[in-house]
């Protein structure tokens, strides 16, 4: 089964990549998914300088999944603006990479991505835009304020000329679709939307000792894996039906081949991995992609392509 994808001006060898965050916030760390079976990679989500974020503990793996309230530590934009520059390659051997900016401010934001449209290996760089991000404290998230969301989407399109992607927040309302789609769809440069980020602020308790299960906002933090896996599918499918001209990005709750097999059904063409890669390491890559093989063989698909999109519904 052929399952390279060609999307956004790139062809990936699989659809498979890492959730921003996750298992990408050194150069060891990045190295690692390039030398592993994914078929691209994104890097930690970056402001301007340096952040320690959030005190620890501040990630619990759990056995339906993860919670986090990291609050955006990173090595700053130098840093991963340095690491493409070595590792994106266009040409014949390209592995493009995603980069994942999210400002402090906008204007932070519009900074960094005017910086990285001036970037040498801009080409072969994907930016994608984090407007969900729940855990830095007083911070609402931008994805769900759609003013907010369409005066970010303003000040980096004035200042980004390539098409790029943004990281969406789930939603949970037919109404809140709605409104997201409208306020994206009004930005044609907006080439990709990656659904979901986390389901922000679940709170896991430790029975044992009474206890929240992370430090940092009394114990409120991101969920992912198991337990999000429907939401981001509903999320796929219906940012997929409601924005037909952009490319989607699925990510939330992919532990195994037939769940990418199942966000591709829903709409998606490059399908993320977080908390599976968090407890598995890079090699789930290669699991990973052998299952969605078995699976789309058994289905008797030539390729991985022609299932994007092709959910049934009950007539
Ligand atoms: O706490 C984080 O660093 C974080 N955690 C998440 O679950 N999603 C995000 O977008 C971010 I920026």
Known sequence: VDLSVSVLGHTFANPLMNAAGVCCSTTEELDSLLASASGTLITKSCTAQQRDGNPAPRFKPLPLGSINSMGLPNEGYEYYAEYVSHRAKGGAAAKPIFFSISGMTMQDSADMAAKLAAHPQGANVLLELNLSCPNVPGKPQIGYD???????????????????????????????????????????????LTCINSVGNGLVIDDTCDTVAIKPKNGFGGIGGEYVLPTALANVNAFRTRCPEKVIIGCGGVLCGRDAYQHLLAGASLVQVGTQLWKEGPDAFRRIRDELQAHLARKGYGADRDAIGKLKVIE
């Open 146 to 192: 759609m003013q907010d969301m369409r005066r970010y989407l303003e000040a980096v399109t004035a200042v980004y000329p390539r098409p790029f992607g943004v990281k969406l927040p789930p939603y949970f309302d037919m109404a809140h679709f709605d409104q997201a789609a409208e306020v994206l769809n009004a930005f044609p440069s907006v080439a990709f």
